[in-house]
């Protein structure tokens, strides 16, 4: 006879078995081959580096809960790694992909195996190569679908379209970086703007057939995953003559809210429902994107557009469709920063019963406060070579003053094995080393220091950063993202934070949860996390010029005391420096 603790113990089995059967997880295997292939944009054939030769790359598509196995094969000439981003990393940092930050490139003819499991996430995320420019071609979508059986917390759309928005160089964009790297002048800016991988017939006569068509038909709703691809500048996108309604942000489900425009930085993502009219109009619509730009620099002011096409299933004469005249969206102008503050501050954490908010900490163990912007640094090579900034300086990039020197060891494999001396130091500052108006006018000294400096922090400390822009050089908005964690913004403000009044503003019960976001251009935003995942973490301006110059650092997370709380042992596998 079956003792009642057996029995209990049985019946637990069986209903742990019956409930794990209805929301599977499985192991999703992709293998990434990176090689080159010729493709043809703006009248001319390039030979770019790719995956699968696919441009943009392919999609990632798994459920939450999945583990996801990506095998990178280099065929190429440069060494690389590939950034899974947005992807929470709970102690796999060793899959997190940065170079030189949680790993050494994988260099020719080598290969790597990412393997990292998808916890309490889904959404719309994306990846990309993490080393010097080659994630400019380079990338491709990750569409994270929820446990089966649960649904969208909004209308179930029609279709879901994948959208990408990214940069195109004629010339080689290794070749560009390098050369302003080695003069301290800002590099080329690009050529075009890409939606999925097409500049739209708005650059030449051969564009024209270089775009993306999105055919939709009468009365139906479709979800954009909208993913901000691009090398260095933030965009605006709309749709002409339909509304959008944003649902998530950064894989992560918000308030929903009616919008014509949408502002989306480089490593931000967006998912938006688009309700098509009832009716056959007789027109097809531009779907555009161009640049919102803060700074002092010049920047690519053109503007790249895909095409939204109405189809009837009856409809016989595509001819006809194609004749149709184009509306064309409007578009705020390129440095509209009261509509890039008030769009930022409509997104709101969705906070409904089956999707809850998640818990804002309200204990704050640590604060920082941390400048970002541009300044100068002296001529490298000890003055040998010659640089175009005042007194042979040239334009550098800083976290409170610290221009961030990569070093030639990943961060994490020094810090696991024990073996910071000579890689890192401890000692990033947590405040600026000197106070100063830093929206006014700049102080007289605008050198910047360099070294390669992090921040240690124990085991589930919960963190709260201000992130100021400065106006050395020039105010310009900063968009910041930090591997392995998300965060929640707090608030947002112009001018220089101050520490007296502006915390009673702090949205402590519904603040946005992304893991990108763009520090105002002449301002300030505040965000909060909690530093539950050991290993070391990446963060950095997602304008890839700014990070080539040095607007970056990184979090050291130590290990908890269980065993959970620790970080495994580095794959067999990892590559070498």
Known sequence: MMSHKLLLFTVMCISFRVAFSKHPTATRHYKFNIKMQNVTRLCQSKSIVTVNGQFPGPAITAREGDRVVVKVVNHVQYNLTIHWHGIRQLRSGWADGPAYITQCPIQTGQSYVYNFTIKGQRGTLFW???????RVTLYGPIIILPKRGVPYPFPKPHKEVPLLFGEWWKADTEKIINQAMQTGSAPNISDAYTINGFPGPSYNTCSAKDTFKLKVEPGKTYLLRLINAALNDELFFSVADHNLTVVEADAVYVKPFKTKIVLITPGQTTNVLLKTKNHHPNTTFLMAAKAYATGPA?????????ILQYHHRHHNSTMKLNKLPLLQPSLPIFNDTTFAFKFNDKI????????PSARVPQKVDRRFFFTVGLGLIPCPNGGNQTCQGPNNTMVAASVNNVSFVMPNTALLQAHFFNQSKGVYTTDFPANPPFKYNYTGNPPSNIMMKTGTKVVALPFNTTVELVLQDTSIIGAESHP?????????????????????????????????????????SGGWVAIRFLADNPGVWFMHCHLEVHTSWGLKMAWVVMDGNRRNQKLPPPPADLPKC
């Open 480 to 520: 910041l993202h930090l591997h392995g964690f998300n965060f929640f913004v707090l608030a947002q403000g112009n001018g220089n934070f101050d520490p007296s009044k502006d915390p009673a503003r702090f949205n402590l019960a519904d603040p946005a949860e992304r893991n990108t976001v763009g520090v105002p």
């Open 348 to 355: 709101r954490s969705l906070g409904s019963s089956k999707f």
């Open 298 to 306: 010049a920047f690519d002011n053109t503007t790249a557009s895909a």
């Open 128 to 134: 990309h190569a993490h080393i010097s420019w080659l």
